[in-house]
């Protein structure tokens, strides 16, 4: 059927499948992040503070508010945002760099243009 077509030209796009990579790669990413603010960060953090975060906790009305696991999401974030700031901030400036490239090369049509210039300065005047 034409929408099944219209479907899969669609999910086979360059873009779809460049979009489920970085999906894919951005979610490990995320886990690695989680795991190195959990398992190395914070807990150095908790030897100077003498505690746990994950123990940080402050009980209002029998109900746990467990802010620690909040402080360390936090830092999780904070870590993430920056990194994808410095691939942002790299990406940006290969793109400037491509801009200059192009445009300092002449295309065809200014190329040629330039030839026949060059060729009626040539030619001697009747």
Known sequence: MKIFREFREFAIKGN???LAVAVMIGAAFGKIISSLVGNILMPIVGIFIKK???SLTKTI???PIQY???IQALVDFIIVAF???LVV???NKI???REVIVEAKPTLTETL???IRDELKEKPKE
């Open 89 to 91: 901030k790299g990406v």
């Open 68 to 70: 620690g696991l909040f």
């Open 113 to 115: 243009l330039m030839e």
């Open 16 to 18: 779809i499948v460049d």
């Open 95 to 97: 793109k400037r760099k």
């Open 52 to 54: 746990k975060f994950e």
């Open 83 to 85: 990194i994808l700031f």
């Open 61 to 63: 009305d029998g109900v």
